[in-house]
Structure formats: C-alpha cells, structure tokens
C-alpha cells in the first residue's frame, strides 16, 4: 500500500469541529488515517491497521476496490450532477433496478438519500404520510426502542433509544413510544447468536397500543440487529412477533438495515437472514461500500402505489434531497452490487462466520469481560465498567489496540466489530488474538 505523500497532516487541526469525537482528546494525540487498501487503513505515522470494523460498519468490500474507484473517476468525468428533481439520468434508476432486485421480493422500489440518518427520517415520513393517502389520517404516532440507534436527525433521535443522543437537543417530536431494549443480561450473557430468552418483550407493543389505541399508531421501526447501542441480538422469536402484532393492528414495520444491509449476516438483508419482512427497510453505508454518501429507502408497491392516485402532474410526495441519486453515487453503488455478487461476499461472509463466532467467544474469561454477543460478521464484547468513570476500559481498550495495529469501535463499555466481508481466518486471529492482549493487560 502507498503512502500518500502529498496528503500531508496540517499543523493547525483546530478548525474542524469533528463528529462523535472527544475533540480535545483527539487533537493532542491524533489517530489520522492517509490510505487504505482491502483489510488496511495505514496511518500518517506509517503503519498499517487492521481494519476490524470495516470503516464505521460500512466498507464491506474492504478499501479502494478498483471496480468502485473506476466508476467513480468515470462518471465523475461523464454526468458530475444531474437536477434531482423532475430530471433523471440513467444510472440512478439503474441502481434503484439492482437494489430492488437484491432485495426481498416485497420491496420493489426505492427512495435515495444520503444517509441512513436522512433514510430514517424519509422512511417515517412516508410511514404518516401513507397512512393518511390510505383514509388513515389519526394514524401519526411513531414507536421506537429503548437503545435504538437511528442517526442523528430529529426524527431519529426521538424515535432512537440513546440517552445522550437525546437528553441535550430539547423536546424532540412528540407522539413518540419506545418499545422495551432486549438486552437481558442476566438470561442470555454470553449467548452464541441469538438469545433464547426475551422474545416476548415484543408483545409490550400491545401496551402501547392499548393505551392509544391502534388507530393512533403509523409506524414501528427497529433494527433487525442493535448495533450502534453496542449489539443486541433479537431474541429467538422477536422479529416474527412484532411482525405479527404490527400486521394486526394496521402499524407500519420499519427495518433500519443501516448496518444488518449488504451481507453483514450473510444475506443481503437482515429481513432474508431472519425471514421477516418489514413494510419498509432503511440502508446506507454498504450501499456503496460507505465510498460515496448515499442511502435509501426500500418500500412495498402497497406503499408506493398508494401515493399514485393523484392527477399526474402533481408531485406525489413532497420530499427529496439535493442530492437524492446523485450520478456519482449512483455509479459507486452499481460498482459496490457488482463487487458483492462477482466475489459472492455474502456467501462468504455466511461461510467464514462460525469461525467469527468461535474466536470471538475465545475472549470469555479475561479480566473485565462481562458478555459476548455475536451474528453475522457482528461482533460485540461488553467490559465490566470502572466505578464512576463508564466508558474509560472500552476506550482505553480501543487505544491500546490502536497502537498495536488494530481498529476496533467502542460505544459505552461495549467493543463492537464489523470486519469487511472479505476478511480471512488469518485476519480474524489477529484482530482477536490484539484484543485478547488488550484484554490481558487491560488495568
Ligand atoms: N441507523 C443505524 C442503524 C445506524 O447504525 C446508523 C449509523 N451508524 C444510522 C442509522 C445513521 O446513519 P448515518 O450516520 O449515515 O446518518
């Protein structure tokens, strides 16, 4: 891998306001990344890291794909931007084609944004405004989870269940219910793979409903799988439950496939992998193998079509982005669908994951370790926290795998991996024989 030598780091790292990141922290000792190719990020001080977490659950092709950096160079020098609205250009459709095509069968068409955040926030607004093309105006609440991650946007973080994603940013929407998280650590720590215990806790939507009465409700939505809140796996039965229960009371099912989309369990989508299907699913991320910005909305043609009875002049749905199936990322996800099916990357992900499974669960009995949850190439390892200062093993853990080569995320005291799906055995064992040494030495 080349080092970019004309890509120097500036003296002065102070304009930057950088996201999601403790930024005086980081400024004094910056972890600065100037190259990446396949399983490795290599860094302005020359070494190369493993990538465990495939960028931020994003990279699942692994870095600087030729067929993804082709298409991008030539669009970029064919159509750099097309109006988005009421104009079109070829390879937007094309891509919504191959979407739809790699999706579950129900989902047959498709809304670009240009990110999961903004998937989310598109997602719950077709949700109400669906209801209400269908007669089913009072139909406006929006039920998330306790610990649910869905992006940053207003939206999102009312229906998200992330203390400090919410507490600092005022009221949030109101009409707003969480179902109960599913983490039941007593029951299923260190569970392989799905959890037996907690698939009931599906039916405490019947409260809620109860208590506003079906009438009242649009939407649910969760993620398939947890990952953000450090990774909760669905109980056995869950997913199937609430399914059941949304079907009969007339409620919208939302999947956030952020990061369950594109392999990470070893099908295209979390809704294949646990065979539930959802009335709409959100991704990003590995759209475009997290090269380009881009996401989408996968909806039902009982969705998309109830918003066709109009006159045909008039625009059926008052929403879209500047930059909603923009030709360059247009052209990065066609590349980024190729890439997966030519190299059968979700096969493989599924081939290579019990090996995934069992080294991760190697880790049970160092110091600190209090539960091991895994599915997929989804990896999460929960540390005891310190006394009064949460947060501080995991991070600590996080730095001092940084410094021997190796890039894991954590969020909370929870250390959560996402390996690209080209990730060999090899790799595995370093990724988790660096951590186990962490671990080890961990105070
Ligand atoms: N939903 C889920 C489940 C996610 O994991 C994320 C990102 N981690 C988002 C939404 C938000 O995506 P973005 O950061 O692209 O806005």
Redesign the pocket.
Known sequence: MALDRSNPVPNDLSAFWMPFTANRQFKKAPRMLVSADRMHYRTADGREVLDGTAG??CCNAGHNRPKIVEAIRQQAGELDYAPAFQMGHPKAFELANRLRDMAPAPMEHVFFTN????S?ETALKIAIAYQRAIGQASRTRLIGRERG????NFG?ISVGGIVNNRKFFGSLLTGVDHLPHTHLPGQNAFSRGQPEHGGNLADELERIVALHGPETIAAVIV?PVA??TGVLIPPKGYLQRLRELTRKHGILLIF?E??TGFGRLGAPFAADYFDVMPDMIVC??GLTNGVIPM?AVLATKEIHDAFMGGPEHVIELFHGYTYSGNPIASAAGIATLETYKEEGLFERAAEIAPYWEDALHSLKGLPHVIDIRNLGLIGGVELEPIAGEPTKRAFTAFLEAYDRNVLIRTTGDIIAMSPPLIIEKGHIDTLIGTLADVLRKLH
Not at 115 to 118: C, H, N, P, T
Not at 149 to 152: E, N, S
């Open positions: 931020l659950w990110s999961g955040s903004e989310v991650y869905h992006g940053v999102g993620e990952g953000s956030d952020v990061i990003a991320k996401g």
